[in-house]
């Protein structure tokens, strides 16, 4: 019953977003309305007859020049006859990850691609999930390495869940909700990524993600998430003696220090191997946190997951990044 419920959801995906080719005024309950452009579909049998017309065109070529097709995508959606996804507004973007250039959208996400890539886990893996996909940005290096039905991101944001799949019909995209409740099909993916996920979760929170996690992946699968590290902290650090010297610092940066305490010891404290967490509003799953790899490590362990940290590298990439591998029985 599973893999027909996942085949349902994908053609239902596919079908109703492929009925939208205009622009399209998304608002829910309070949230601003955003205007969003779905790709037209091709309907060619040349099309139809592909488990993957991305991976057919472009499967052949170099890693910078897939990144320079998906630059190209910002003004011309149509690229050898196949619509590709379109890009959101700038506000969107701006919002979500804090920069509204494409230019550096698409280079941070395939310089996530890239790393995944390098690491080994992307190697014999059949089924993706993009966890916390947002409107979608890390998913679109990927979608020449799957079938396209074997494509999957989760977004227990409703809003952001429409946007994502209006912006790219190409994608099943599950919702549910901010704590885990059984919307992800368990032992289902081969590879899980997440840019910018753990990099938020409370201590309760993130374990009970990393739990709902391991379940998700089969066996021998891989997950890569990335999350704050000490790098970020002592740019606080710095940007707080910027403020202090009466200059204009990122508007992200100013919310952190709303919340960061003393920075000094929250420095101390992450050398010591504590997991940081922080916030600046009432919340308590979603916030600025900082884990280390002692912390990783020691979480895995007490969650007693069938899971190896393979890697955690703080220096490749804009966040901390880490790979879990879920162990073979």
């Known amino acids: ?7 349902v959801l994908t053609l239902v995906a596919l079908w109703t977003t492929a009925a939208v080719c205009s622009n399209v005024n998304i608002e829910i309950g309070a949230f601003s309305v ?39 995508t910002e003004t011309c959606s149509n690229i050898q006859g196949i619509e590709f996804p379109t890009i959101p507004e700038q506000q969107l973007q701006s919002q979500i990850h804090g920069s509204s250039s494409w230019q550096i959208s698409m280079g941070e996400a395939f310089a996530f691609y890239e790393f995944v890539k390098s690491s080994g886990a992307l190697d014999g893996a059949k089924c993706f999930l993009d966890f916390g996909c947002g409107w979608g940005r890390m998913t679109r290096p990927f979608m020449r390495d799957f079938d396209l039905g074997k494509i999957y991101g989760f977004e227990p944001n409703a809003l952001h869940a429409i946007i994502a799949r209006s912006l790219n019909p190409y994608f099943t995209v599950f919702t549910g909700g901010f704590s885990p409740d059984g919307s992800i099909p368990k032992d289902w993916f081969d590879l899980v990524v997440g840019w910018s996920i753990f990099s938020h979760l409370s201590e309760k929170s993130l374990k009970e993600w990393l739990t709902e996690i391991c379940s998700v992946l089969r066996p021998g699968g891989h997950a890569v998430f990335t999350t704050w590290g000490i790098r970020f902290l002592k740019r606080l650090q710095g940007e707080q003696a910027l403020l202090d010297a009466g200059q204009e610092i990122h508007w992200y940066s100013k919310q952190c220090l709303d919340g960061v305490g003393n920075i ?19 919340s308590t799953e979603y916030g600025e946190a900082f884990l280390g790899e002692k912390a990783l490590n020691r979480f895995v362990s007490e969650l007693d997951l069938p899971m190896e940290v393979t890697t955690f590298d703080a220096t490749s990439l804009a966040q901390d990044v880490f790979i879990l591998r879920k162990r073979q029985w």
Do not use: C, H, Q
């Not at 019953?1 to 085949?7: D, E, G, H, N, T």
């Not at 000094?264 to 009432?282: C, L, Q, V």
């Open 264 to 282: 000094s010891k929250r420095i101390a404290d992450y050398e010591n191997g504590d997991f940081i967490w922080f916030t600046n509003t009432d």
């Open 34 to 72: 955003y205007t969003v452009s779905s790709p037209r579909i091709t309907y060619s049998s040349e099309f139809r007859n592909s488990a993957n017309p991305f991976r057919d065109k472009f499967g052949g070529i170099a890693d910078d020049n897939w990144k320079d097709v998906w630059l190209t």
């Open 1 to 7: 019953m599973r893999v027909s419920f996942i085949r």
